[in-house]
């Protein structure tokens, strides 16, 4: 994600508060926006859920090896961020059909009448746009991230490739994995 200076490494792995705090600063945007597009969470949900991934990091910062690697660190953060908003959901319990109430003696309210190609086309956006969230969820996770980053971000191969420690072909054939990776989704799931 973004380069480590071997001396900005080991105050973190001493548990050092400052640099906890300029690593903090430098990751907080990129990864609330990962996980504000990849798991679609609402605003309150996805503080919750950087703000835990946070603490847990400070508390596991000082235990991790001294011989913790720039990539290792890098894998190991997006590994828990992935499985700390997976506990979320299995956490969250969905609410039933039956338990939502209309309230039968508000006659304030009247309900517009709605065509069915209106439906249908509201429908069919619905299933197009969670056909590319799946497919996008489905990727790897590496692939996620230089799709994310290419896409989202706007970087261009060079910039990807350092933020990632990649060499330029390296990304440029992920990127390609990742488009082939998609468009065989989608013509599974749209055809």
């Not at 792995?13 to 430098?26: C, I, K, T």
């Not at 603490?55 to 001294?66: E, H, Q």
Request: charged share 30%; net charge negative.
């Amino acid at each position: 994600m973004y380069h480590i200076s071997d001396t900005l490494m080991q105050e973190l792995l001493q548990g050092s508060e400052d640099a906890f705090g300029v690593r903090y600063q430098e990751t907080v945007d990129d990864f609330g926006r990962y996980v504000q597009v990849r798991y679609n969470l609402n605003t309150a949900q996805l503080e919750d859920t950087i703000a835990q991934f946070y603490m847990k990091m400070w508390d596991v910062f000082p235990t991790l090896s001294d011989d913790m690697d720039e990539n290792r660190l890098y894998v190991y953060c997006w590994t828990v961020l992935n499985n700390m908003v997976k506990d979320f959901f299995k956490k969250k319990k969905d609410q039933t059909f039956s338990d939502f109430r209309l309230e039968e003696d508000n006659d304030d309210v009247a309900l517009p009448l709605v065509s069915d190609d209106d439906v249908a086309e509201l429908f069919a956006q619905q299933y197009a746009a969670d056909a590319i969230m799946d497919a996008l969820r489905a990727l790897d996770i590496r692939l996620y991230d230089i799709f994310y980053l290419k896409y989202m971000e706007g970087y261009d191969y060079e910039e990807i490739g350092e933020k990632l420690c990649l060499t330029y072909d390296a990304v440029r054939q992920q990127h390609s994995r990742a488009i082939r990776a998609l468009q065989a989704a989608f013509e599974w799931k749209l055809s």
